[in-house]
């Protein structure tokens, strides 16, 4: 091939989805990767939590032990003699405890041998390199992750800023930069006012899109697209319109269409919607 030939105009480049998604326990990371186009590959790094996608047809598990098994999964799926269009990494989080497990092996060292700083750098250059190749497959990729908490003057369980996915920094600026949208997964509770005059409290899964001071986020879309700063029930379908610039012309109805209900809100604040600057 010509190097010519590798030159497309931009509406050629092929439009696969590459995301990270992360957000603490039990907000829907991998309910919404679960919605993604089948048939879908799962890999699930220690976390067995898939229980939630057990009738979702088109799905199949990997569960990963070792940095050996992802390497020769990568080099299934490039192959291409495979079915899938999607591959989910079930977390990237998880993922980093065994590539440090497989670098201190390499310097033959236990598990629970004392880290070095330059036990941290290895790590980071063997994730950063493979992260790249799965988000380079002709394939929707998803990494996971778990969100970053830390102890902030002494009282736990207390989030800092920037809040983001529980990586290093390192492999973390890799992966912020390398996907096209980052996404946090969590819950709201909204008070409602029901017909009959009566206060319910109504619990909603949430996907944070839009730009945000403290939690991190990035959509890459054409310039004066609508961006909401939230959508409640993240499917694939919708942030699909999203990143093409459709979610004031389909999405957005159909956003519109599930907070309709019998139950108005009752003090819960409007989700603001932000566009992009053109």
């Known amino acids: 091939m010509a190097i010519q030939d590798k030159i497309l105009p931009v509406g050629e480049i092929p439009g696969h989805l590459s995301v990270l998604a992360w957000g603490r326990s039990g907000t829907g990371k991998t309910t919404l990767a679960g919605d993604f186009p089948k048939p879908l590959l799962l890999i699930d790094v220690r976390e067995q939590g898939t229980g939630g996608l057990i009738n979702t047809p088109g799905i199949d598990i990997f569960p990963l032990e070792t940095w050996e098994e992802l390497q020769e999964l990568y080099w299934y799926l490039s192959a291409g003699e495979h079915p899938y269009k999607t591959v989910v990494i079930d977390t990237v989080t998880q993922l980093q405890d065994i590539a440090m497990e497989k670098v201190l092996r390499d310097e033959g060292k236990t598990i629970d041998s004392l880290i070095t700083q330059s036990n941290w750098g290895a790590m980071a250059k063997v994730m950063k390199s493979w992260m790249l190749s799965f988000r380079d497959l002709p394939l929707h990729t998803v990494f996971l992750a778990q969100d970053r908490v830390n102890d902030v003057d002494g009282f736990t369980d207390q989030m800092v800023p920037e809040v983001g996915p529980r990586l290093s ?80 012309q389909s999405a957005e109805g159909e956003e519109s269409g599930d907070n309709a209900s019998e139950e108005q809100p009752s003090n819960s604040p409007s989700v603001p919607r932000l566009k992009r600057k053109a």
Not at 218 to 241: H, M, N, W, Y
């Open 169 to 248: 920094p390192s492999v973390a600026g890799m992966l912020n930069a390398a996907v096209k949208v980052i996404c946090q997964t969590f819950i709201q509770e909204d008070v409602r006012r029901g017909k009959d005059n009566r206060v319910h409290r109504v619990i909603t899964y949430r996907l944070r899109v839009g730009p945000h001071p403290l939690y991190l986020t990035k959509v890459r879309q054409p310039r004066g697209c609508d961006l909401p700063s939230d959508i409640v029930d993240p499917t694939f379908e919708k942030l699909e319109a999203i990143i093409h610039g459709q979610w004031g």
